[in-house]
């Protein structure tokens, strides 16, 4: 089985930068997909940006041109870049890898932009 760990989340002014990032441990051969999603207080998980095995790319509007997801140095890790934070931005962020074998989720980093 597949096991993710999130960190980098905490607390940031607007405008701020955090990067987060997503350890992947197990048994990875490969993956088809990766993602970051957040679920905001009082709203349902939602995806913030996805990433094929291939590099293709995908982002949500309210994080287009000020977020980006990159692979890491580590086997199947997975960065979330975060710049030009705001309030709204504020929710728990959770990792997301797809394989052939199955839907692995970490457990969440907290992310709070607030003055």
């Known amino acids: 089985q597949v096991q993710l760990v999130e960190s980098g989340g905490g607390l940031v002014q607007p405008g701020g930068s955090l990067r987060l990032s997503c350890a992947a441990s197990?048994?990875?051969?490969?993956?088809?997909?990766m993602g970051w999603y957040r679920q905001a207080p009082g709203k349902e998980r939602d995806v913030v940006t996805t990433?094929?095995?291939?590099?293709?790319?995908d982002y949500a509007d309210s994080v287009k041109g000020r977020f980006t997801i990159a692979r890491g140095n580590a086997k199947n890790a997975v960065y979330l870049q975060m710049n030009s934070l705001k309030p709204e931005d504020t929710a728990v962020y959770y990792c997301?890898?797809?394989?052939?074998?199955?839907?692995?989720w970490g457990k969440g980093t907290l992310v709070t932009v607030s003055s």
């Open positions: 990433m094929t095995s291939g590099g293709s790319t």
């Open positions: 997301k890898m797809i394989t052939i074998l199955g839907t692995y």
């Open positions: 197990g048994s990875i051969f490969n993956f088809n997909t």
